[in-house]
């Protein structure tokens, strides 16, 4: 059977709703938001992320959506479907590779929980209150080469076998369990973290906006975060698109995910940054922050060994439902254009994803070349992951909205939408974020980003 055939569809709205919220829910919101809230200032990064996240997200998950259902295919497919033989395939391939980078360091952070859940369970962080002590488990276990790619390796072993197995029908059920866990869960925590002592300081951090913080870098992370946590920008919701029905209403199903993706997002820097005031730590501590301070707090709760099992077996879970929609991209490219077995392709790309993560998984202290890169100032990973993650995802977009906006139309797009009786109603507003709002913001930030960022990290 080709893959067409075998494509089928979400089983029913609140199915896509679910595997698309299953794909945009994962470490993104859990690990990455709080940290990165924590390295812009606070309320007013939150402010501007949730800005980011309504008029420019959302318009081009909706605009994504569309050009998926339209043409049921992979990112390189659908270009080349609507613009057969133009330059615009590039930007598909562009997908493709920025799937397959994200994919190598998004497991290493993946390994990490899997490695936490291990020590969780075997009791290593009981009565473990003192921030400190949290801090040099931390870096004792980053800096362990055998273990973390071991993780690394697990976890990509573990995607591409669930990958392999086809996809639809086991994320949606995962994800239809596991949300409503989460957000139970996190909403628990929140609740503990900010009923610590000295947990106000973290609030007003996190809640009383200081508009003097505003700066293009922030700008420019709250917007490649908003990509980041939505999956756009790299095809993931064109390919979840293509599995939607012409009677699915792609404006509503898309509000709901960026609604849902925002509140666990919130909720988790709930959690966090009040924990990380009380424990007297850093809130630009980076990606290390979640592991540093969530021992501590299941340390300060009745049954918190229980509850912290729970919880990163559930952060596991969520992370595998958005590493399927990462690795799914090369993976259906690969299929669909390339006629690669789906054993192959997954084989494939999970080998190449394993070779990159191997410098990234090294890159936090186990290796001191790739962990302080000479003349960079920085670290691999944290290279890797803003060009991978902020930039690459933001051009992505950016394309998205010019192909939209300008390439195929937004009349075209609005007769999809609207293919079997659906009315939709903001088609104009939508139209104007879409051509205009997004690739002029987008370009703007893009345009700092090469000027104060990337030309300075290779040219100084
Ligand atoms: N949105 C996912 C998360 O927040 C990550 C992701 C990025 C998934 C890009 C798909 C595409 O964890």
């Known amino acids: 059977m080709t893959e067409n055939q075998d494509r089928g569809a979400w089983s029913s709205r609140i199915g896509f709703i679910m595997a698309g919220a299953g794909s945009a829910v994962g470490l993104g919101n859990i690990w990455r938001f709080p940290y990165i809230t924590g390295e812009n200032g606070g309320a007013a990064f939150v402010l501007i992320y949730i800005l980011c996240i309504f008029l420019i997200g959302f318009p081009v998950m909706i605009a994504e959506l569309t050009l998926g259902r339209k043409t049921a295919k992979n990112p390189v497919g659908m270009f080349h479907a609507l613009a057969p033989g133009s330059p615009w395939k590039y930007v598909g391939g562009l997908s493709v590779i920025t799937g397959l980078v994200i994919f190598s360091w998004y497991s290493v952070i993946a390994g990490w929980v899997v490695?936490?859940?291990?020590?969780?369970?075997?009791?290593?962080?009981?009565?473990?209150?003192?921030?400190s002590a949290t801090e040099t488990i931390f870096r004792d276990f980053v800096s362990n080469p055998f273990s973390v790619i071991l993780l690394t390796a697990f976890f990509i072993a573990l995607t591409?076998?669930?990958?392999?197995?086809?996809?639809?029908?086991?994320?949606?059920?995962?994800?239809?369990?596991?949300?409503?866990?989460?957000?139970?869960?996190?909403?628990?925590?929140?609740?503990?973290?900010?009923?610590?002592?000295?947990?106000?300081?973290?609030?007003?951090?996190?809640?009383?906006?200081?508009?003097?913080?505003?700066?293009?870098?922030m700008l420019i992370a709250a917007l490649g975060q908003a990509f980041f946590s939505?999956?756009?920008?790299?095809?993931?919701?064109?390919?979840?698109?293509?599995?939607?029905?012409?009677?699915?209403?792609?404006?509503?199903?898309?509000?709901?995910?960026?609604?849902?993706?925002?509140?666990?997002?919130?909720?988790?820097?709930?959690?966090?940054?009040p924990a990380v005031a009380a424990m007297?730590?850093?809130?630009?501590?980076?990606?290390?922050?979640?592991?540093?301070?969530?021992?501590?707090?299941?340390?300060?709760?009745?049954?918190g060994q229980i509850f912290g099992v729970g919880f990163f077996m559930l952060i596991i879970i969520a992370a595998i439902t958005s590493t399927v929609s990462i690795l799914i991209v090369p993976v259906a490219y690969m299929v669909d254009e390339k006629k690669w077995s789906r054993r192959n392709a997954v084989g494939f790309?999970?080998?190449?994803?394993?070779v990159l993560s191997v410098p990234a998984a090294l890159a936090n202290g186990a290796v001191g070349f790739l962990s302080s890169l000479p003349g960079l100032g920085t670290d691999y990973f944290t290279i890797i992951s803003s060009l991978f993650g902020d930039v690459s995802l933001t051009l992505g977009s950016l394309?998205?909205?010019?192909?939209?906006?300008?390439?195929?139309?937004?009349?075209?797009?609005?007769?999809?939408?609207?293919?079997e009786?659906?009315?939709?109603?903001?088609?104009?507003?939508?139209?104007?974020?879409?051509?205009?709002?997004?690739?002029?913001t987008v370009s703007i930030l893009l345009g700092y980003t090469f000027r104060d960022n990337i030309w300075k990290l290779f040219f100084g």
């Not at 291990?118 to 009565?127: E, L, R, S």
């Open 115 to 131: 490695g936490y859940l291990y020590k969780t369970a075997a009791g290593h962080f009981n009565n473990l209150t003192d921030p």
């Open 349 to 354: 790309m999970c080998l190449i994803a394993f």
């Open 280 to 303: 007297g730590k850093a809130y630009t501590e980076g990606p290390g922050l979640i592991f540093q301070v969530l021992p501590s707090l299941f340390g300060e709760m009745p049954g």
């Open 160 to 217: 591409g076998y669930v990958v392999f197995k086809g996809v639809k029908s086991g994320i949606e059920k995962w994800s239809r369990v596991l949300m409503p866990i989460l957000v139970v869960l996190l909403i628990l925590l929140a609740i503990r973290s900010v009923t610590l002592p000295g947990a106000s300081e973290g609030l007003i951090f996190y809640l009383k906006p200081d508009f003097s913080a505003i700066n293009t870098n």
């Open 230 to 273: 939505l999956s756009l920008g790299m095809g993931t919701m064109i390919t979840y698109g293509s599995y939607l029905s012409k009677k699915d209403n792609i404006p509503t199903a898309a509000a709901w995910v960026c609604t849902f993706d925002t509140l666990i997002a919130i909720l988790a820097g709930f959690v966090i940054l």
């Open 421 to 440: 009786g659906i009315t939709f109603g903001l088609a104009k507003q939508w139209s104007f974020l879409i051509r205009f709002v997004a690739p002029i």
């Open 399 to 419: 394309f998205i909205a010019l192909f939209v906006g300008w390439k195929w139309s937004t009349a075209k797009a609005k007769e999809e939408i609207e293919s």
